[in-house]
C-alpha cells in the first residue's frame, strides 16, 4: 500500500511564497499522476495541480500563473511551489497519487495524504 507523507505546510503572509512537498512510499513501479489538492473551510475540495510522469501539468484557475507543480519521479515526489499567495488560498491541502503500478506490476487504488494546513494572512 502507498503511503503519501506531505510537509512544508504552515503560514505565510499575503504574497509570500511557500512550498509543499509530498513523497511516496512503497513497493511502487511507478506513478502516473501525482498532484495537490485543497479544502478551503467550509467548501468542497478542488484541484491546485497535477503533473504526469512525462511532466506535463495542469493547474486550477484560482493558481494558474502562481503557483509550480514539479516532480522528481525517481524519488516518487511531487512538489508546489507557491507564489504570490493570497487570503483565498488558505486550505487544507491534500497530496495525491494516482494510476499507481506497483513493483509486482499490479495497480493500486488512487492514494490519499492526510492534508497539510496552509494559512495565509494579511
Known amino acids: 500500500q502507498v503511503q503519501l507523507a506531505e510537509s512544508g505546510g504552515g503560514m505565510a503572509q499575503a504574497g509570500g511564497s511557500l512550498r509543499l512537498s509530498c513523497t511516496a512510499s512503497g513497493s511502487i513501479f511507478m506513478i502516473s499522476v501525482m498532484g495537490w489538492y485543497r479544502q478551503p473551510p467550509g467548501k468542497q475540495r478542488e484541484l491546485v495541480a497535477v503533473i504526469r510522469a512525462d511532466g506535463s501539468a495542469e493547474y486550477g484557475d484560482s493558481v494558474s500563473g502562481r503557483f509550480t507543480i514539479s516532480r522528481a519521479n525517481a524519488e516518487n515526489t511531487v512538489n508546489l511551489e507557491m507564489r504570490s499567495l493570497k487570503l483565498e488560498d488558505t486550505a487544507v491541502y491534500y497530496c495525491?497519487?494516482?494510476?499507481?503500478?506497483?513493483?509486482?506490476?499490479?495497480?493500486?487504488?488512487?492514494?490519499w495524504g492526510q492534508g497539510t494546513q496552509v494559512t495565509v494572512s494579511s
Open positions: 495525491n497519487a494516482d494510476g499507481i503500478i506497483y513493483s509486482d506490476y499490479s495497480e493500486g487504488l488512487p492514494c
